[in-house]
């Protein structure tokens, strides 16, 4: 229980933790404790009792929860942005996806959102439609990528991106980071969705070495609960197989049937019609939730 002189808006961290009730309403948590949730909520005056219920415990029972003051009426989440990978070679426009959040308890219009530095990606804007109260969306955008990447960040493995989100006389700065690869690394790819115009993204291995006139299998593997795209860099690299590792719009997000099956199914079509890929050669697999998954998507 926490008990205050007057009410305040606040950020709630909620890791390791299914979800949270403040004085009986529920809120959503951050179970596998990845760090990209800030949950906006109003605290009232006088006293505000939470309930925590607690999803996951391993070797250590370990979770955080955290309050943080929400200064800024819009705020930007900038570890749950989805921005492909860069590296030698990949100029043009990309689809990428920042979530913006609303920390006040009413609409708010004529938000504004900007990104870029015009030195690695093109400065650009949106002007948001109205966020809801208390709420967090993510909005897709559209990114210009401008050059190489440089030896210190290919060294590094990342370079960063200025983002700012603003509302009146309001700003939110803050800087997303987005990987570095060499060519012959897994990338993260992103894609729309022809369900909801969400920003999608998998991962891809090309076979090395790699002949665009060639044939290729794909080995398609679905990702557990708690992890990501990033699965296909478990695969040490084919000659004969391409491996793409679908994102089941979250980490954990629906056990690879409804919309994550979808995700799956629309990432499988992006692939074919993009790569030299061998329809009678394409593997399905998958670990965990995904090894659920490849006897679901497999039916």
Same mark, same amino acid.
């Given at each position: 229980e926490i008990t205050l002189p007057e009410e305040r808006r606040a950020l709630a961290v909620a890791e390791g933790i299914a979800g949270f009730y403040l004085n009986g309403k529920p809120y959503i948590g951050d179970v596998y404790s990845h760090g990209y949730l800030k949950v906006p909520l109003v605290l009232q005056k006088g006293k505000n009792r939470f309930l925590l219920r607690i999803g996951r415990a391993y070797?250590?029972?370990?979770?955080? $929860?955290?309050?943080?003051?929400?200064?800024?009426?819009?705020?930007? !989440?900038?570890?749950?942005?989805?921005?492909? @990978?860069l590296y030698e070679g990949k100029r043009g426009e990309f689809p990428a996806a920042v979530p913006v959040g609303n920390t006040y308890p009413e609409w708010l219009e004529n938000a504004r959102l900007s990104w870029g530095d015009n030195d690695l990606i093109q400065k650009s804007f949106l002007v948001l439609p109205s966020l809801p109260p208390l709420s967090i969306t993510k909005f897709p955008i559209s990114i210009k990528v401008l050059r190489n990447p440089k030896p210190e960040e290919l060294q590094q493995k990342k370079a960063v991106i200025p983002v700012e989100v603003s509302v009146g006389q309001y700003r939110y700065s803050a800087v997303i980071t987005v990987p570095v690869e060499e060519p @012959?690394?897994?990338?993260?790819?992103? $894609?729309?969705?022809?369900?909801?115009?969400?920003?999608?993204? /998998?991962?891809? !291995?090309?076979?090395?070495?790699?002949?665009?006139?060639?044939? /290729?299998?794909?080995?398609?593997?679905l990702h557990g609960a708690g992890v990501d795209e990033s699965l296909a860099s478990s695969y040490i690299p084919k000659d004969w197989a391409f491996v793409v590792s679908p994102l089941n719009r979250r980490p954990f997000g629906f056990d690879w049937q409804d919309w994550g099956r979808l995700d799956a199914l629309e990432v499988l079509d992006v692939i074919l019609k993009t790569y030299?890929?061998?329809?009678?050669?394409? /593997? !399905?697999?998958g670990h965990s939730m995904g090894g659920q998954g490849t006897w679901h998507i497999g039916i």
């Open positions: 070797e250590e029972f370990r979770f955080v $929860f955290r309050l943080l003051p929400a200064e800024a009426p819009v705020v930007i !989440l900038e570890k749950d942005a989805f921005f492909p @990978s @012959s690394a897994m990338h993260r790819e992103t $894609f729309i969705s022809r369900m909801d115009g969400a920003v999608g993204k /998998y991962g891809i !291995l090309f076979p090395q070495p790699y002949d665009p006139k060639k044939r /290729y299998s794909l080995i398609f593997a030299p890929i061998d329809e009678d050669r394409v /593997y !399905l697999t």
